[in-house]
């Protein structure tokens, strides 16, 4: 069982790293998204270099890895929670620091890029509890309305997933082993938007939805 454990978390780790977004703006653009706006291969930083359809399509097939991670699990262990767990995770690390994208700094250390891993995390949570489509979303993109900030919506797809996922846990309606999962994205998702936190603190952070069009009306 060791093995299979070993196995779900090599190939959900690297489903998770195929690099849609790089390869969406390649398509698209001919240029690298890395060299882009945020560096980032996710829908947010694809949608300000190659458009809305682009980073739309972007953020499906990333939040697909999260669904695909689950199959691998449920194929390799049925119906182990744990196993369920591990995967959809190790995608999101796949997508936070992709193994393709790997680069060699000047001082010889690898430096791995990747995206900030929101639509994984969605995708993975609506996969271990399906009513996240009509509850998580929704409240994300309240968050992203009136938030003002992508990193903020990130953050709370994160956050409302874990608190789904205990209450499923709470009440007998789903095991402790997937709150792994919850507890896992979060810590990520804040580690891999730090810089963006830092920004927000500091009042230079990209806006979004009505906030940047109240700054807009405002010039």
């Not at 739309?56 to 199959?71: E, I, Q, S, Y």
Request: aromatic share 10%; with cysteine; hydrophobic share 55%.
């Amino acid at each position: 069982m060791t093995l299979k454990f070993l196995a779900i978390a090599a190939l959900s780790y690297l489903i998770g790293s195929i690099p849609f977004g790089w390869l969406v703006v390649m398509i698209a653009r001919g240029r690298d998204v890395r060299t882009l706006g945020s560096g980032r291969v996710g829908g947010t930083n694809v949608m300000r270099a190659a458009g809305c359809l682009a980073g739309v399509l972007t953020a499906l097939l990333d939040a697909f890895k999260g669904v695909m991670a689950l199959w691998a699990a449920n194929w390799l262990l049925p119906g182990n929670p744990w196993a369920q767990a591990l995967g959809p995770l190790m995608a999101v690390v796949g997508q936070v620091l992709s193994v393709f994208l790997v680069e060699r700094q000047a001082d010889g250390k690898l430096l791995f890029r990747g995206g900030a891993g929101g639509a994984t995390t969605f995708g993975g949570l609506v996969a271990l509890w399906p009513p996240a489509l009509i509850v998580v979303w929704p409240l994300a993109g309240l968050v992203f309305l009136f938030g003002g900030y992508a990193s903020l919506t990130t953050i709370a797809v994160a956050l409302s997933g874990l608190l789904a996922l205990i209450y499923q846990a709470i009440t007998g309606a789903g095991p402790w082993a997937h709150v792994l999962y919850g507890v896992g994205t979060l810590l990520l998702v804040l580690w891999a938007l730090r810089s963006n936190l830092q920004r927000v603190r500091a009042g230079t952070e990209r806006t979004v939805g009505l906030r940047a069009w109240r700054q807009k009306q405002g010039k």
